[in-house]
C-alpha cells in the first residue's frame, strides 16, 4: 500500500494541473474578486470528482516518476492554460463591444475599475461582462464547460506535451470568433455612429454658425444609451447563443 500511495498522489496531480488551470480561468469562477480560497477548493473539488476516470489513461502508477512525470505535469498545465484562455477569449468579446460602443457614443472617458480583471476599462465594457457572467450562470451554460472539462481527456488524454501547432489554431479560432462576436453585438452602435456623424457632417455645411460640437455630444449620449436600453436583450442573446454554440461544440454536442 506505502509503494501505490505515490503513484496516486502524482496521478492526483496530473489531474489537478489541467483542472486546476482551467479552473483558475474560468470566467465567473476565475475573477481577481472571487477569493483564492474558493477557486482552490472548486478546481480540487473538481479534481476529486474527475479523477477516476482520468486515472486510467495514465497507465500504471509506477512510472509516474521522474522526467514522465514532469513531462505530463507541464503538458496538462499547457491544455489547461489553452483550453481556459480560448474561453476567456470569447467572453472578452463583451467588453470589445463595450469599447467599440463607448467610442460612438462619445463615452471613452468614462472609465472604471474591472471588478474582474483590475485595471481601468470604459464603464459599458464592465457593465456587459458582468452581465455576461450573470446570465452565463443563470443559464447553466457553466455546466457545459465543466463537461467540456471532462470530455478534454477523450480529445487530449494526458500523454506529453501537446503539438503547439494545434493550440495556436484554437487560440486563433477563439480569437476571431470573439472580435467577429463584438463587431456583430456593437453593430447597431456602429451604424448609429456613421449616420450620427454623417448628418452634423450635413448639418454643419448647411448652418456653419451653429456650435455642433456643444449640440452633438449630449445628443450622442442620450440617443445611444436609449438604443442601449433597447438592444440589451437582443445583444445578450447574441451572446449566450454564441458562447452556447461554443460550448456544445467543446463537449462534441
Known amino acids: ?9 502524482s496521478a492526483f496531480l496530473i489531474t489537478f494541473a489541467r483542472v486546476g ?20 477548493a472548486f478546481a480540487l473539488l473538481t479534481t476529486l470528482v474527475l479523477f477516476p476516470t482520468v486515472r486510467p489513461l495514465l497507465g500504471g502508477t509506477e512510472g509516474l516518476a521522474g522526467p514522465r512525470l514532469i513531462g505530463l505535469l507541464f503538458g496538462e498545465t499547457i491544455v489547461g492554460l489553452v483550453l481556459g484562455l480560448s474561453v476567456r477569449m470569447v467572453l472578452a468579446a463583451l467588453q470589445t463591444a ?22 481601468q476599462q470604459v464603464a459599458i465594457g464592465n457593465f456587459l461582462s458582468l452581465l455576461g457572467i450573470t446570465l452565463i450562470f443563470a443559464t447553466d451554460l457553466h455546466h457545459l464547460a465543466i463537461e467540456g472539462l471532462a470530455r478534454s481527456y477523450d480529445v487530449l488524454p494526458p500523454d506529453g506535451v501537446p503539438a503547439f ?3 495556436l489554431t484554437l487560440a486563433t479560432r477563439a480569437l476571431a470568433r470573439g472580435f467577429t462576436l463584438a463587431m456583430q453585438i456593437s453593430g447597431p452602435f456602429i451604424a448609429f455612429g456613421i449616420l450620427f456623424n454623417l448628418g452634423l457632417g450635413v448639418l ?27 438592444c440589451l436583450g437582443v445583444m445578450m442573446g447574441v451572446f449566450l447563443d454564441d458562447m452556447g454554440r461554443y460550448l456544445a461544440q467543446s463537449v462534441g454536442r
Open 1 to 9: 500500500m506505502n509503494l501505490l500511495l505515490p503513484g496516486i498522489a
Open 21 to 40: 488551470t482551467l479552473i483558475m480561468l474560468m470566467p465567473g469562477i476565475g475573477e481577481q474578486s472571487v477569493s483564492p480560497r474558493l477557486r482552490l
Open 98 to 119: 463595450g469599447v467599440i460602443i463607448s467610442a460612438q457614443l462619445g463615452l471613452s472617458y468614462a472609465m472604471t475599475v474591472d471588478p474582474s480583471q483590475g485595471g
Open 165 to 167: 501547432s494545434d493550440a
Open 204 to 230: 454643419s455645411r448647411l448652418m456653419p454658425q451653429l456650435q455642433v460640437f456643444f449640440l452633438a455630444v449630449p445628443a450622442s449620449v442620450l440617443v445611444g444609451v436609449l438604443i442601449l436600453i433597447g
